[in-house]
């Protein structure tokens, strides 16, 4: 079923395409009540999952990519068929049959993913709930929350990179306002030593924004998101990440879990990607990107240091994780949700990219500007 959806959605370009729209009529009468209502709730976040990545990377064309009135502001699949049925061979009756089609076949694969077996909204949340509780109680040293001041000097001739890190003490020798302060609720492992624990699941619109990727990839088991359940561990050192994956390696059989160590750039010169296979993925952006299996659920684990995290909070290259989110929008998000054909922007251009960039640029400067100031 999910194969032929997403083919439907590849071929979809605004044109008049009865026998799909008559498929997809088929797919809405072939529904119970209830799994109509889900599909119903579904179309109201593939719609806000769009507009939400328009805001984010694409904001000064939000006016023309908006989607028609009709079709952003109704919840009901059948029309949206209806819509895509709709006759013209002008540019706005083109521009609602993609639409219309390209929400409802979103929606589709949001109900698909929400119905997968252990992929639910629901199961996600309690399995990341039941990872954190085991690791509060087994890896972490106690229950108590350390309090731990991060300063961070960023250096501005190397796009704002973190140069150096100070852990309850304060930096010296840079201009005050190269140098951050962060607030951490760290917790201790391994006889005291510090680590942050960010939560890091991958929501529906998300996850079916990666399969899409992965398909047009040409990866075998594109349908499988690796990145579902993510949990990031953020450590002072790079000593301290071997010393994580030496403590996970040992924990997790006790518990009948593995920790599985992948790919990492943890030590490197910053020439080789973290993710090889990722070609949006910076070589300066370092972390270990580890497997960890927990009652039988597979987690992403990402164990960085304070450096590349912060790096990839304040940085103004890709090293950012927001700029190697708009190179990934820019390549493959946006042309498929907002194609040239339809609308007549080229992502391709780099008059229109460049704007783009500067803009989410001016974005983290002004971020890191006004951190600098609290």
Wanted: hydrophobic share 35%; with cysteine.
């Amino acid at each position: 079923m999910l194969n032929g959806l997403v083919r439907l959605m590849e071929d979809c370009d605004g044109s008049e395409r009865p026998k799909g729209v008559a498929q997809r009529r088929r797919m809405w009468e072939s529904m119970s009540p209830a799994q109509q209502r889900e599909l119903s709730d579904m179309v109201g976040l593939a719609r806000d999952g769009r507009e939400r990545l328009l805001s984010m990377y694409a904001h000064p064309y939000i006016h023309a990519l908006r989607t028609e009135s009709r079709i952003g502001t109704t919840l009901n699949p059948f029309f949206l068929i209806s819509l895509a049925g709709a006759c013209g061979d002008d540019s706005m009756s083109k521009r609602v049959r993609f639409e219309a089609t390209s929400i409802f076949d979103l929606a589709q694969m949001l109900v698909w993913v929400e119905n997968r077996r252990g992929e639910s909204r629901y199961t996600v949340g309690e399995d990341m709930a039941s990872l954190i509780d085991f690791f509060t109680g087994s890896l972490f040293e106690d229950k108590s929350r350390t309090s731990v001041r991060v300063f961070t000097y960023h250096d501005p001739a190397d796009h704002f990179r973190v140069r150096e890190v100070g852990v309850d003490k304060s930096l010296q020798g840079h201009p005050p306002n190269h140098v951050l302060e962060h607030l951490l609720s760290c917790r201790t492992f391994g006889g005291g030593r510090l680590v942050f624990l960010d939560h890091r699941p991958k929501g529906l619109f998300e996850t079916a924004l990666k399969m899409l990727k992965q398909f047009r990839a040409g990866k075998k088991a594109w349908h499988r998101i690796s990145d579902r359940r993510g949990i990031k561990l953020i450590v002072p050192t790079v000593e301290d990440v071997h010393t994580l994956m030496e403590t996970l390696g040992t924990l997790m059989p006790v518990f009948n879990g593995r920790f599985i160590p992948g790919q990492s750039n943890i030590t490197g010169n910053g020439t080789v990607r973290m993710s090889k296979s990722n070609s949006h993925s910076s070589p300066m952006f370092k972390a270990a990107k580890c497997e960890l299996w927990y009652r039988d659920r597979v987690f992403e684990v990402l164990i960085a240091t304070f450096q590349d995290h912060f790096s990839s909070l304040y940085a103004t290259d890709k090293v950012n994780h927001e700029l190697y989110r708009l190179d990934q929008a820019l390549d493959i998000y946006l042309p498929r949700l907002c194609p040239a054909r339809v609308y007549g922007v080229d992502w391709k251009s780099e008059k229109v990219r460049e704007p783009l960039l500067s803009q989410v640029c001016e974005r983290l400067l002004w971020r890191f500007r006004h951190a600098g100031q609290s």
